[in-house]
């Protein structure tokens, strides 16, 4: 057939006299139109700096359910259950980020652009450590530029040194003050304040620091000297401001739950503990973080048991668009003041510095106090109210847990933190129809994505969701 | 050959008429044989000309018929045989000798390019339909037309809207890309057109494909190429098949005015059968502010109470009959020089769901002059404009779904314009005023010039353009501005989309006969072919109205637009060679080389051959008086498949989202397109036969081919891990194989009535080959089921195209379900759990198993033709069997307690199953929501906790058979119009759809969500239900 074929292809093209290259021009119009080859520093900023914000949010989608924030209004609905979920979207968006910030690294590095490039490690530092606090191990050194279609698995533990490396080397390049291009409003979340970015990598330093709290590596005098260098007010959060075109995605959630497309519903842990059930007083904070029923009362849902008999809505505590996290131009929180405050109060706590830790765990509640916007009396009776205001010598790492818990409202930082402390907040118990294969135990990581097992299955890492990550010891 | 032609009436299911001569003065006999064997022939037609008198020649070629006068001229005429008239003179016996036609049997067919080609030269198959069989189909969209009638041809109606997409496949599906078009090229006279569908970008709205813009009445026949050898000349737009239509032209010497009116009613032609008794509501508990539309109390106990509570009938009280007029007026005629042919048409049509509606009007004018022998020049013109109103189907069909039972659904208006409405969004009042409106402007022409200087030589040039305009415009309101109104939104918005395509075909042909010697004749064909396809899109949309109800962008708080170019050219030089030796023996060979523009330079050129013999064996071997026709097809085909536009790049796409702050923000593409992208091949083999019996009185045409697609170019999904999620590269390998058969058969024939019959055949095995290392699945789409119970269509290697995964009731393994479960076995025992709040109740399997394939085990069907005198009787029946579905109406219908089968919902049962230990079932369980009799909560109930979730309880056989067409059509005698200036009038009643056998509970199987572009074809969606219509039509000629 072969020879046939040739044959016949060489009578036709000489038959014809029309040889290959007489079209040539006229095909080659197979340049994209519609998408560049090459993306500017500033675009690939706007980006990455603002999805790194709804990254937040999505991670924090998953975890709320894990750590009782959020409760399913559906009985037995798998995330709120614990069971095997692969969340290929939110897989997918944090490699995508972490993608564009690899690209936008090597495209500042070429143009001598330090800032561009002591931010786009700093946010890449963010996403990466995010991202092994859910999965573990995860394809890093192989990853972004398809040098493999089966990228390998790196160790968390060992990213977890690439997290402090990429935030150590941010740092030396914002310092280099060399930069060839400025940051600017393409940086959705500092607008370009290089001194917010340098506290920031501190800040950052010190959470992941403190993450090691379970293992020999933990050294609380280390995290307390990123401390110092990090945030120095509520002024320099870190956070991503949400538009009236393009909407806080809680605030969508509200919405859609108003629109009876359910979601968004308040676990009966975090209003019983902060209605009085679990700790005798009431918070302040109830009506700015979440709504009410019909009848004005706050009333969450059993995680794992659904609403039972209670309607679509005006019958439980859910998001709502009036409260302080799902405003549609809310913003999303990334590193808050108030976070560091609590790490401060571990870390201190833990090396010992009991004065040092008390100040930060009092700033920390006020702080977020100020941020969702509780009147200043009620803060201060909060502060000075007897199971709140325990003095240095009384404070324990439980009060620190409890009110880092509420303050991180929907953060999924507070997954992590439920892990280092084992879910031992007060009362928190679980779900109803918690999956059976996790034995009475908590979840501990996620499942890889669909995408990773189907794709990439030989390199996939054979894992259960009881398995502890390497610093959960 | 009585032995055969009775128990074959009897197998079509038709007793077996006999014609009777009409007794006259004097009776003239005779016998009729064939001049060139002097065989006698049974059935051939003897006519008394000018009169309607006739009979036919019994089994030994003798006939009987009564004369009236001396002058009278008898017409003998049979298939195959040139016609003979024989003044009767004072004889009393007139024999007939037949001469063999020369014509015989040389059907010509329309191939590629518009070139016409004997059938008996043909190494492959072709079916073709004339425009009487389109004509009577009544389908203003061509591609329905096709329904049931052609071999291996499997159309998908995307549902019953007027205007929506339909969706054709030959051979099967041969991509692996889910998102890959796997129709045909639809060519008009030589000239290929688009047939897009666009679909909108919301909620479904059920888009035309553009084919629909075609006027069946224009048409004069219509070609199914159907393998890649048919198809070779015409290269990789054809890798699919080609549907070739060859428009009416005008005849010299008469002047022709024809009209055609029908007017048509549609209504939906299956629903399913909805539960009466239980009213709005939760838990049995009346309520009529609730969002639950009927899981309340029973209709007649709240009647006590409040006597005007009622059960509304809502999903029927929605529809309306749907209404059709199609006018065509056309003027052909001509002179030996010059022929024209003008037509000028209007559709109209509103569909059964409120608000909806679509118009065509269009104006071809067409002609050819000849300048001497030697040189025509041919033209056509085709403008079309169409449009409608496409309602959001589904979304009205799921706010049907949760509006009450026990509510008044016609009732949506308050006298203000603000909705009327109980809580819950009202389906008409949205259908109302969400529009969407399309108005499309296109244009089709083509020009051709033919020249042949010599006998041996022709030079053929033909361009060929098809432009058009698609303008969109869907407006959602916002809220009027009266206090207490509940509005379809908060902020409205206003969306313009503008599409404007361009296609150039420029074809130059070059054609060399010769006859060597007394046997061998040779054509060869030379040729060049150039396509050129422009396509620019813009989207603009406004939200947030300022003035309420003027629907403006210039009105609305914010703008996002955005755009899209696309540009693709193709040349190709082909070369064809047809060897007729001794017209028995037929050789052609072809070869065609492509350059396209959308795969890398190194790579662009890629040539492919075919090769096809055709051998009519009968003219070798004796004549015989059964097999009167014989020839054997053989061929083998390769064809070359190019790229999507751009699919050789990383490129970097700024998301919607932006701009936003005045920033514009980029994200790397996630799909990589390798540069060193070759073409894919498409290898076929294809052996046919084709065989007519006693004269052609039956004739059979059986076709089995098999095709391997390799080298595909498909987006392999990868690890997103890699920077991108699907690397667009050369993988993969689908196989099509299959059987066609195509049976004619004219079991009676007289000179007054003649019955034909045929029938086809098909059925398609496909298989995925290979994907590609390391992939074990590609995902071609899915669609929502609550409680997880969502439904998805995948590639799996070594299975069929389209396995549909989903979850299951678990079933009880004695020793534990293996670890590679993958297919649910429906037969084994449901597994019931024993303890807990599910005991008693069947536990679902949250792994994904195979519940179905949405490929159907075969296709087919059959129509019967019945002429006598003036009428026409003839009905088309059609089966597709062996196909899977997901129905999420049933999903949606089964959370909502809206059928029947819900009626149970306060029983007490016993699940029928086993325990995990393998102890049969035997705890009772109530089917009610709440507190059930023995005190024990069942929460949400049976159908929202266990039912609706389980996948395999819609994933159901969408099998039917059709009673697709039928109609009957009278002609009035010639002479009840000599005081008319007419010289032909007929009247056609014609109903399509009205039986439907199928085990498919609700609305009409044979609609699907994603529309003809797409290709999750096994996902019915909330679409649009299909119809039954009647229509009426006049058609006169001057």
């Given at each position: 057939m072969k020879y046939f074929t040739n044959t016949l292809k060489t009578l036709l093209l000489v038959g014809l006299g029309i040889g290959a290259s007489s079209c040539e021009d006229y095909l080659d119009i197979n340049v994209d139109p519609n998408n560049p080859t090459v993306a500017p520093l500033s675009g690939l900023m706007a980006n990455a700096s603002f999805e790194t914000g709804n990254n937040v949010q999505d991670l924090g989608g998953i975890t709320s359910f894990y750590v009782q924030y959020l409760a399913s209004p559906n009985p037995a609905s798998s995330t709120d259950i614990q069971d095997e979920v692969a969340y290929d979207d939110t897989w997918f968006n944090m490699y995508n980020i972490m993608t564009d910030l690899s690209d936008l690294e090597l495209q500042a590095e070429e143009a001598g652009a330090t800032d561009y490039l002591g931010v786009a490690k700093i946010i890449k530092a963010l996403n990466l450590g995010m991202t092994i606090d859910m999965w573990g191990d995860i394809p890093y050194n192989d990853a972004f530029f398809a040098q493999t279609l089966n990228p390998t698995y790196d160790d968390d533990e060992a990213l977890y040194g690439e997290v402090q490396q990429l935030l150590d080397e941010g740092i030396a390049q914002l310092q280099l003050g060399t930069s060839t291009f400025t940051v600017g409003?393409?940086?959705?979340?500092?607008?370009?304040d290089i001194a917010q970015w340098l506290k920031t990598a501190h800040a950052l330093k010190a959470r992941y620091l403190l993450h090691l709290s379970e293992t020999a590596q933990y050294d609380p005098q280390a995290v307390l000297a990123q401390v110092d260098q990090g945030l120095s007010s509520p002024e320099d959060d870190a956070q991503v401001d949400y538009y009236e075109e393009e909407n806080n995605p809680w605030s969508i959630v509200a919405q859609n739950n108003a629109d009876l497309l359910l979601g968004g519903w308040i676990s009966e842990q975090l209003i019983e503990a902060m209605d009085g059930t679990t700790y005798g007083y009431v918070d302040p904070r109830q009506p700015l973080m979440y709504g009410t029923t019909n009848t004005g009362s706050f009333v969450g849902t059993t995680n794992g048991a659904g609403r039972g008999d209670a309607p679509e809505q005006g019958a439980r505590s859910t998001l709502v668009e009036d409260s302080y996290y799902a405003q549609e131009t809310a913003p999303i929180l990334i590193f808050t003041f108030f976070e560091q405050k609590f790490i401060e109060a571990e870390a201190a706590l833990d090396a010992g510095d009991r004065n040092r830790a008390y100040q930060a765990y009092l700033f920390g509640i006020g702080a977020h106090m100020l941020k969702i916007g509780v009147a200043e009396t009620d803060i201060e009776a909060y502060l000075n109210s007897p199971a709140v205001a325990v003095g240095a010598a009384n404070l324990t790492e439980a009060l620190i847990y409890k009110e880092k818990y509420i303050a991180m409202f929907l953060h999924p930082e507070t997954w992590v933190d439920a892990r280092r402390y084992d879910y031992q907040y007060e009362n928190m118990t679980l779900p109803a129809n918690h999956n059976p294969s996790l034995n009475g135990q908590f979840i501990r990581r996620l499942v890889y994505p669909d995408s990773e097992t189907t794709r990439n299955g030989s390199n996939v890492p054979d894992v259960s969701l009881a398995d502890p990550l390497w610093w959960d010891q | 050959m009585k032995h055969f032609f009775y128990p074959l009436a009897v197998i079509l299911g038709m007793g077996l008429l006999s014609a009777q001569a009409l007794a006259q003065n004097r009776t003239v006999s005779g016998t009729v044989t064939s001049l060139d064997n002097n065989e006698t022939l049974p059935g051939v037609n003897v006519l008394l000309q000018g009169t309607s008198t006739g009979t036919v020649t019994d089994i030994d070629g003798n006939y009987r018929i009564s004369v009236n006068s001396e002058d009278a001229v008898l017409l003998f005429s049979f298939i195959g045989y040139e016609a003979q008239e024989q003044?009767?003179?004072?004889?009393?016996e007139v024999n007939v000798a037949l001469q063999p036609s020369i014509e015989q049997l040389s059907e010509v067919v329309v191939t590629s390019f518009g070139i016409e080609q004997e059938k008996e030269a043909l190494g492959y198959a072709v079916q073709e339909l004339q425009a009487e069989e389109l004509s009577q189909a009544k389908q203003p969209n061509l591609i329905n037309a096709l329904q049931g009638r052609v071999a291996g041809v499997q159309i998908t109606s995307a549902g019953g809207a007027p205007g929506m997409s339909s969706r054709i496949i030959i051979?099967?599906?041969?991509?692996?890309?889910?998102?890959?078009?796997n129709q045909p090229l639809f060519v008009v006279d030589g000239v290929p057109i688009d047939n897009s569908t666009i679909e909108s970008e919301g909620s479904p709205r059920g888009a035309s494909n553009r084919v629909a813009d075609l006027n069946p009445n224009d048409i004069e026949s219509l070609n199914v190429l159907k393998g890649a050898a048919a198809t070779a000349l015409y290269g990789v737009r054809a890798a699919n098949g080609a549907v070739i239509i060859t428009t009416k032209t005008g005849k010299a010497g008469q002047m022709k005015v024809n009209i055609n009116s029908s007017v048509g009613f549609e209504a939906i032609n299956s629903y399913p059968n909805f539960q009466e008794r239980y009213g709005q509501g939760f838990s049995g508990d009346y309520n009529d502010t609730d969002f639950w539309p009927s899981w309340g109390a029973p209709v007649p106990a709240v009647q006590v109470i409040e006597p005007d509570h009622q059960y509304y009938d809502n999903t029927r009280n929605t529809m309306r009959t749907g209404k059709q007029i199609d006018n065509t007026v056309s003027i052909s005629g001509g002179n030996e020089s010059a022929t024209f042919y003008a037509s000028f048409a209007n559709l109209q049509q509103d569909g059964v769901m409120p608000f909806s509606d679509w118009g065509r009007t269009s104006a071809k004018l067409s002609g050819k002059v000849s300048m001497g022998d030697r040189l025509d020049v041919t033209g056509s013109i085709n403008y079309i404009n169409s449009g409608g109103n496409r309602v959001p189907h589904d979304r009205m069909m799921e706010r049907l779904m949760y509006w009450a039972n026990t509510q008044d659904v016609d009732d949506y208006i308050n006298p203000d314009g603000t909705q009327h409405t109980y809580g819950n969004t009202n389906p008409i009042y949205d259908a109302r005023f969400a529009t969407y409106e399309d108005n499309v402007n296109r244009s089709i022409g083509n020009l051709n010039l033919n020249y042949r200087p010599t006998d041996w030589f022709s030079i053929q040039y033909r361009i060929g353009t098809d432009f058009y305009s698609d303008q969109r415009t869907e407006i959602l309101p916002g809220p009027i501005g009266i206090e207490g109104e509940t509005p379809l939104s908060s902020t409205g918005f206003i969306e313009e989309r503008r599409i404007n395509s361009r296609d150039i075909n420029s074809t130059l042909n070059l054609t060399f006969n010769h006859t060597f010697d007394e046997k061998l004749d040779a054509s060869l064909r030379l040729g060049n072919d150039i396509f050129d396809r422009s396509r620019n899109e813009l989207n603009s949309r406004g939200d947030e109205f300022v003035i309420p109800q003027f629907y403006n962008l210039g009105n609305t708080t914010q703008i996002a637009t955005g755009q899209d170019l696309n540009e693709r050219r193709l040349v190709g030089v082909y070369g064809d060679l047809l060897l007729n030796y001794d017209n028995f023996l037929y050789l052609n060979i072809t070869g065609r080389n492509d350059w396209s523009s959308t795969l890398p330079a190194e790579n662009r050129s890629f040539f492919y051959p075919s090769v096809n013999l055709g051998f009519v064996f009968t003219e070798v071997m004796e004549a015989s008086n059964i097999l009167s026709y014989g020839k054997f097809r053989a061929s083998y085909a390769e064809v070359g498949k190019d790229a999507n536009p751009y699919s050789t790049a990383i490129t970097y796409t700024s998301p919607d989202i932006f701009p936003l702050n005045g920033q514009v923000g980029f994200t790397r593409n996630s799909v990589f397109g390798t540069p060193d992208l070759k073409p894919e091949r498409t290898a076929s083999v294809e052996l046919g036969a084709d065989l007519r019996f006693w004269n052609n009185r039956l004739s059979l045409d059986v076709t089995w081919y098999k095709s391997n697609s390799r080298d595909q170019i498909i987006p392999v999904p990868v690890s997103n891990a890699t920077g991108f999620s699907r690397l667009i590269t050369n993988a993969g390998e689908i196989e099509n194989q299959g059987i066609e058969l195509i049976l004619g058969a004219t079991p009676l024939q007289t000179a007054d009535f003649s019955w034909d019959v045929s029938l086809n055949f098909s059925r398609n095995r496909n298989r995925v080959v290979e994907i590609r290392e390391g992939i074990e699945t590609i995902v071609i789409g899915d669609q929502f089921g609550y409680a997880s119970s969502t439904v998805t269509m995948r590639l799996i290697e070594g299975d069929a195209y389209g396995n549909l995964y989903g979850r299951s009731y678990e079933r009880y393994y004695p020793n534990g379900a293996p670890e590679d479960l993958n297919v649910l076995d429906a037969d084994r025992p449901l597994l019931i759990s024993?303890?807990?709040?599910?005991?008693?109740f069947p536990i679902i399997n949250s792994d994904q198993l195979v519940l179905g394939n949405a490929q159907p085990d075969w296709v087919g069907g059959i129509r019967n033709t019945f002429d006598y005198k003036g009428w026409n009787l003839s009905f088309l029946i059609d089966a597709r069997m062996g196909i899977d579905q997901f129905d999420q109406y049933n999903n949606f219908y089964s959370a909502f307690g809206k059928l029947d089968y819900s009626l149970n919902r306060n029983d007490v049962v016993t699940f029928d199953g086993v325990l995990e230990d393998g102890s049969p079932n035997t705890q009772e369980v109530w089917l009610g929501q709440g507190i059930g009799p023995e005190g024990r909560d069942y929460s949400a109930g049976f159908y929202r906790n266990y039912y609706r979730g389980s996948s395999e309880n819609f994933v159901k056989d969408a099998s039917y058979i059709k009673l697709r067409n039928i109609s009957l059509g009278y002609t009035l005698p010639r002479n009840w119009l000599d005081a008319t200036p007419f010289s032909m009038a007929s009247l056609t009643a014609t109903a399509n759809n009205i039986i439907l056998w199928t085990p498919w509970n609700g609305f009409d199987p044979e609609s699907f969500s994603a529309g003809a572009g797409g290709n999750a074809t096994a996902f019915t969606g909330l679409g649009y239900p299909g119809v039954r219509s009647l229509f009426f039509t006049l058609n006169l000629t001057l």
């Open positions: 409003d393409d940086d959705f979340i500092f607008g370009g | 003044p009767v003179g004072n004889r009393s051979r099967g599906i041969t991509s692996l890309d889910p998102n890959a078009n024993s303890s807990g709040s599910d005991a008693g």
